[in-house]
């Protein structure tokens, strides 16, 4: 999947094509995920973080226990917290160092 630009998800009793280059954030609900669009559309998803980390594309990065950050889609972080098209997420420390290592490549 992570060659593709788009998927469907089943959400809200329809099949919905969401493009991955328009998720913001992806937050974990238990065994689901809420999928914040750019546009702030919220899409609830039966899948668990952990599961769906795996199928993403690479642009797409864990930075805490229940959030999934699409990094092409930052737009600034400052201290411990990334802002994502309106959406402030919380850095966890074990994801901190690996989040660095992921944003040096962008850096100038």
């Known amino acids: 999947m992570t060659s593709e630009k788009f998927t469907f998800i089943k959400t809200d009793k329809k099949i919905i094509k969401l493009y991955f280059d ?3 954030v992806i937050t974990g609900l238990g065994n689901y995920v809420q999928i914040i669009t750019v546009d702030n559309t919220k899409y609830t998803y039966y899948k668990s973080l952990k599961d769906l980390i795996d ?8 930075v ?3 959030s999934i950050v699409n990094l092409t889609n930052i737009d600034s972080i400052e201290d411990n917290h990334i802002m994502a098209k309106g959406n402030k997420i919380t850095i966890g420390k074990t994801y901190k160092e690996c989040l660095t290592i992921a944003l040096d490549k962008f850096m100038l």
């Open 22 to 24: 328009t998720i913001a």
């Open 55 to 62: 199928v993403l594309p690479n642009d797409f990065m864990r």
């Open 64 to 66: 805490h226990n229940s």
